[in-house]
């Protein structure tokens, strides 16, 4: 089952660019879900993304299950962990942080999530993910205990996102991390983009709709907004 990941392929061969917001479930109210849904259906976005760094709260299903009742948007999980896994949804993220050196993060819990994943239908894209140093430690880097790669260092941050095409990931994923202070910087989208065949994904520190254009014009596939979202959900009518 490769429909989500076909649609990112054809879209990458058509330039045609994709936008995810992504939702942390810990920061929702599911009291409010309705007006984030309609927020959502009025935004350009094509994918919704689900997960957190940590995920506290149970309420992973009901939120998915709320978003479906009024949303036709593809729901993607992106997981910390493999509590974050939840067969309403339509695909998961199977990411590798692959700029970490921190077993756990790199095989040890997508290991453990293949007996869950093993009882859904969920369609599986597996994703290098790549935490670029952004001026503050991030919630990414909290929790994998990894250090981010030094934007200083562009060849290395290309070499890191080709090692994870040539292990056979589907996606790459450039992400400053969530509430970053600085955005991956545009030369580093640019250069990545220029030495990879497979798509890749932007996110974090992104604050406005100029931001998200820089990010397509250097490269980037699909970009992904957060918490600029979470804090305004009018974002995209300004």
Excluded: W
């Amino acid at each position: 089952m490769t429909k989500i990941y076909n649609h990112i392929l054809k879209s990458k061969a058509e330039n045609e660019k994709l936008l995810a917001i992504l939702l942390d479930p810990d920061k929702i109210d599911l009291n409010n879900a309705e007006v984030l849904v309609e927020k959502i259906n009025q935004s350009p976005a094509t994918h919704i993304f689900i997960g957190g760094s940590q995920v506290e709260n149970n309420i992973l299903d009901e939120l998915i299950s709320k978003i479906k009742g009024d949303c036709d948007l593809p729901i993607v999980l992106f997981p910390g962990n493999p509590s974050q896994i939840s067969d309403q949804a339509d695909a998961i993220l199977f990411l590798s942080l692959i700029s970490g050196r921190n077993p756990d993060y790199l095989i040890e819990h997508q290991v453990n999530a293949v007996p869950i994943l093993q009882q859904t239908n969920l369609e599986v894209i597996s994703t290098g993910y790549i935490l670029i140093e952004s001026g503050t430690e991030t919630a990414v880097e909290r929790v994998s205990k990894t250090t981010p790669l030094d934007r200083n260092n562009p060849e290395y941050i290309v070499q890191t996102a080709q090692a994870g095409e040539m292990l056979g990931n589907k996606l790459i994923y450039l992400e400053a991390g969530s509430g970053a202070d600085i955005a991956v910087p545009k030369e580093i989208i640019k250069l990545v983009s220029q030495n990879l065949k497979i798509p890749l994904i932007v996110g974090g520190g992104i604050i406005d709709l100029q931001g998200i254009q820089k990010a397509y014009n250097s490269g980037a596939d699909l970009v992904v907004i957060g918490t600029a979202f979470e804090k305004d959900v009018d974002f995209f009518n300004k």
